[in-house]
């Protein structure tokens, strides 16, 4: 029985794992594939009936704006992460450091902007990037980003600064650290995971949001891979499959890898603010 039980959940784990990878193995495919290989249906397609190209990936990069949209993505997503990390650390310490009912309350109110639909904000904020003169720009999704990452990266954050003991700082400020000593030698080192985390969701949600930046940006210069793609590669009902696919695994793949080396820290991320 016992080894019944062992086999039934490596089992579910293998088809688990088969189902993620799935998609990927997919969109690998189907990149290299030939027009006449994926068009026709008697060919199996989870092979190669036909010797595998590289020609939609040279027309994803040399004959549409696909570089812009990479560089932008990761122009953004790179500001985002700083910003965010900016300010919900201090957000987050304080708050973890402010005792008594104000601190918890504070905390889930922080925690409940997160939870607004942007279906229900990007017409308000798209007035405000207007005002700034920002609309049409990266500079636009720059500035709104952060209106998502930050209330969740603080409430992230404040799980892990509270599982902190105080008597560690108490005993670095004894040693003649200052508060700001004692946070950065002893505190911010003992966050990393959760730092680490809130990098990775940050960057990802910069990546993959598809609302802000088809509202906010209609420029190609400008676009970013999540809204620039369907865009530059679906043309009517003229679908650009393999240089499509191609772009989705460039970006997912790479990620899929940091979600995969930091996936300790994301757990223990996680479970430090449940707890």
Not at 83 to 106: F, H
Not at 236 to 243: E, R, V
Request: hydrophobic fraction near 55%; proline fraction near 6%.
């Amino acid at each position: 029985m016992r080894y019944v039980r062992k086999s039934g959940f490596y089992l579910g784990l293998f088809l688990f794992a088969l189902f993620s990878v799935f998609p990927v193995a997919w969109m690998v495919i189907t990149a290299f594939k030939e027009d006449s290989d994926l068009y026709n249906v008697d060919n199996n397609p989870f092979l190669y009936n036909l010797p595998p190209t590289l020609k939609h990936i040279e027309y994803l990069f040399t004959s549409t704006h696909y570089p812009t949209f990479l560089w932008n993505s990761l122009f953004i997503g790179v500001l985002v992460v700083v910003i965010t990390l900016v300010l919900a650390v201090p957000a987050a310490y304080s708050l973890a450091r402010l005792v008594g009912r104000w601190g918890e309350r504070s905390g889930i109110a922080v925690f409940l902007v997160y939870l607004i639909p942007p279906t229900l904000l990007f017409i308000p904020l798209y007035q405000l990037i207007s005002f700034a003169h920002a609309a049409n720009t990266v500079w636009a999704l720059v500035l709104v980003y952060p209106t998502i990452t930050v209330p969740f990266c603080t409430w992230l954050l404040l799980g892990f600064f509270k599982s902190i003991p105080r008597d560690l700082e108490d005993a670095a400020m004894t040693d003649g650290c200052s508060r700001w000593q004692a946070f950065r030698r002893v505190s911010l080192p003992l966050a990393m995971p959760g730092i680490a985390t809130c990098v990775v969701f940050a960057f990802a949600l910069s990546l993959s949001d598809y609302i802000y930046a088809a509202s906010f940006v209609s420029s190609t210069a400008a676009r970013t891979v999540s809204a620039g793609v369907p865009i530059e590669l679906i043309r009517g009902d003229i679908y650009f499959w393999q240089s499509l696919m191609a772009a989705g695994a460039i970006v997912a793949i790479p990620l899929a890898i940091a979600y995969g080396l930091l996936f300790n820290k994301l757990v223990k991320g996680f479970a430090a603010t449940s707890g």
